[in-house]
């Protein structure tokens, strides 16, 4: 005696063949009735049906992919439990007295591979035409596009499971929740599961081009930093002037050399510093145009800024751009060159050495807020772009600025020459932008530290930029 899946015996019934559960499946796939007189799938058939469906989708899925694709098993198995969700709940709700005119669930099962086939077709067809960019500009872009076709093809594969379901018996109470079922499975799938069987291979990341290390590099080297030195501007009677000084020591990703550029030029535009600023980068293509950002260059320009100004009453703006560590210390890189790393001890060492009283120094690292303690005093405004616990965001080498450089200097200090006011009309955006790129470890959580002596020369400062 035959029985369904079920457990309720079931009359023989006459094999249908492959070929008419092809067809029978289509009619399902156009919510027509499905003709297959009580029959169920034999195992050999229903193992077909299996492969066919899956061969058509693995077959679709790699001409999505223009040129190379690597096959993801992961993004093949992984939509695979929601067949088996769908299954499991319709045991569940298996009528106990199925339609003999319909079969047993390995029928509805059969109708099932087959009928979801040419949504998946639809489907794969639009992500072929976006691959291969043949689809028209305007739907290519369009969001709304993309949201209306996804829906309608969710609502096509509801209604054909709704329709075989209610073909093979199920109440309409039970129907309903199939219905709400199905609704959350696939949209559980949807947002856990959006991977594919085909992806494009990774691109490789090129290699940073290395510096070629020699004589002709130190002895280039050592005239561009003294040009740079001789370069600067004299300080100017009764004139608070701002000196300044960038530092970014990591040569092998080009967002420090373009953010020290950036401040480099904020700082000659906005705050009246043309010729005053000196920049100390290391990258492979600034080697024979700006000095050598190292330790003992960053204490040399110090000492050269300090000859200059007016060192208690001019103001020095240090800005420092690499990756950081959890032990404070600036990381540095300019490979086959070593370079050591700078700590927030030697930095303050070297600016009281040289005398200079007035700072505003900006750290943009991780872990940067350990940086305020040993740089913070009454003449001195400190800000970073993480506290002591936290990393910092947009210091990778697809970045065009850190997170913090962009926000604080190259956004907020455009509209204002208050360091104060920039920090914090900063700080949400940092947040906010944070929150949007799905940073994993908690909030970078800028840091501020102002000085009540230094807050008075700052005003005036601001006040003199501010004066047309």
Request: with cysteine; aromatic share 8%; charged share 20%.
């Amino acid at each position: 005696m035959n029985e369904s899946l079920s457990g309720h015996p079931s009359p023989p019934s006459p094999a249908l063949g492959l070929r008419k559960w092809l067809r029978e499946g289509l009619r399902a796939a156009v919510l027509r009735t499905p003709r297959t007189q009580g029959s169920t799938p034999r195992p050999r058939e229903l193992l077909l049906l299996v492969l066919i469906a899956t061969g058509i989708e693995l077959a679709l899925g790699r001409l999505e992919v223009p040129g190379p694709a690597d096959f993801s098993l992961r993004g093949w198995l992984a939509p695979s439990w929601s067949v088996a969700a769908l299954v499991l709940l319709l045991w569940a709700l298996w009528p106990r007295e199925p339609r003999p005119q319909a079969g047993g669930m390995a029928a509805w099962f059969a109708l099932w591979l087959v009928a979801a086939i040419p949504p998946g077709l639809v489907s794969q067809a639009l992500g072929i035409a976006q691959g291969w960019e043949l689809l028209p500009e305007a739907l290519a872009e369009s969001a709304l596009f993309a949201l209306l076709v996804y829906l309608a093809l969710w609502a096509w594969v509801l209604a054909i499971a709704l329709r075989l379901a209610s073909h093979f018996g199920l109440a309409r109470g039970r129907l309903r929740a199939f219905g709400a079922a199905l609704v959350l499975i696939f949209a559980v799938s949807a947002w856990l599961f959006p991977d594919r069987p085909w992806e494009a291979p990774p691109e490789p990341e090129a290699e940073p081009a290395g510096m070629v290390l020699g004589d002709e590099s130190f002895e280039a080297q050592q005239a561009l930093f003294r040009q740079s030195v001789d370069g600067l501007a004299p300080q100017r009677p009764g004139v608070t002037d701002v000196y300044g000084i960038v530092f970014a020591p990591y040569a092998t990703e080009d967002v420090f050399l373009r953010e020290s550029t950036m401040v480099a030029n904020l700082l000659a535009q906005r705050f009246d510093a043309q010729g005053r600023v000196l920049q100390l980068v290391n990258h492979p293509d600034t080697v024979g145009s700006l000095p050598w950002a190292t330790p003992r260059n960053l204490k040399r320009a110090i000492e050269a800024v300090a000859a200059r100004m007016d060192r208690e009453h001019d103001l020095l703006v240090l800005y420092l751009s690499s990756h950081g560590a959890n032990d404070f210390r600036l990381a540095a890189a300019h490979p086959p060159l070593r370079v050591e790393p700078v700590s927030p001890g030697e930095l303050r060492t070297a600016l009281d050495e040289a005398g200079i009283r007035f700072r505003v120094i900006a750290i943009s690292a991780c872990y940067s807020g350990g940086w305020v303690g040993p740089l913070a005093s009454d003449s001195t405004l400190v800000m970073t772009a993480a506290d002591t616990d936290h990393t910092s965001y947009g210091c990778g080498t697809r970045s065009e600025l850190t997170f913090f450089g962009r926000a604080v200097f190259d956004e907020q200090l455009q509209r204002t020459h208050s360091f104060e006011q920039a920090f914090a009309a900063a700080v949400p955006v940092i947040r906010r932008r944070e929150e949007e790129a799905r940073k994993t470890d908690g909030f970078s959580n800028p840091q501020i530290s102002v000085g009540e002596g230094i807050r008075p020369l700052l005003k005036a400062l601001e006040k003199r930029l501010e004066t047309p």
